[in-house]
Each structure stands twice: as structure tokens, then as C-alpha cells.
């Protein structure tokens, strides 16, 4: 059974910093393409980054430059650095990892920006 436990997240004033965490007790963690999606009151959840196992990157628009999404397959956990912090960027913030067709989620963390 796949399981995803995600922390880091929590109240930040906005410029600032966090990094979200997504542990993944899964076999052949390096084979997955893992991604964060984020969910704001009233909106649909929305891809915010992916990395596939060969190492292509993908992060939203509105995202670029600010955030960047890692993996360390030894750890079987993927990371997503978020740097100036916008309070548009308030969200629960989920982690997926995908395996083939099926996708599999994580709890969700919480991210609120402060202006």
C-alpha cells in the first residue's frame, strides 16, 4: 500500500520562505513521477510542479522562478522549495505521486501567506 506523509507546511509572512516534504513508503520510489498540486478555498486544485524519474521538471506559470521541485530517491522523498511567498499562493498543498495510470495522494498540507 502506498503511503505519503507530507510536512512543512505552516503561516509565513509573504517574501517569505518554506519547504514542503513528502515521504513515500512505495517501491521503486525512482520510478515514479512524483508532483505537488495545491487546492485554494473556492478554486480547483491546480498543478503547481512534477518530476518525472528521468529528471524532467515541470512548474506552473505562476510558480516559476519562485518554487523548485527535487527528489532524493534514497529518501524516497520529493521536496518543494518555495521562495517569495505570495499570498495567492495560500493553499493546502498536496503531494501525488503517480505510478503508471493510478495517482495516489498525500494528506495535504496547509500554506497561508500573510500580507
Known amino acids: 500500500q502506498v503511503q505519503l506523509v507530507e510536512s512543512g507546511g505552516g503561516l509565513v509572512q509573504a517574501g517569505g520562505s518554506l519547504r514542503l516534504s513528502c515521504a513515500a513508503s512505495?517501491?521503486?520510489?525512482?520510478?515514479?513521477?512524483m508532483g505537488w498540486y495545491r487546492q485554494a478555498p473556492g478554486k480547483q486544485r491546480e498543478l503547481v510542479a512534477r518530476?518525472?524519474?528521468?529528471?524532467?521538471?515541470y512548474h506552473v506559470d505562476s510558480v516559476k522562478g519562485r518554487f523548485s521541485i527535487t527528489r532524493d530517491n534514497a529518501k524516497s522523498t520529493v521536496y518543494l522549495q518555495m521562495n517569495s511567498l505570495k499570498p495567492e499562493d495560500t493553499a493546502v498543498y498536496y503531494c501525488?505521486?503517480?505510478?503508471?495510470?493510478?495517482?495516489?495522494w498525500g494528506q495535504g498540507t496547509q500554506v497561508t501567506v500573510s500580507s
Open positions: 518530476l518525472t524519474s528521468s529528471g524532467i521538471v
Open positions: 512505495v517501491r521503486f520510489f525512482s520510478a515514479t513521477v
Open positions: 501525488n505521486l503517480r505510478v503508471g495510470v493510478t495517482d495516489y
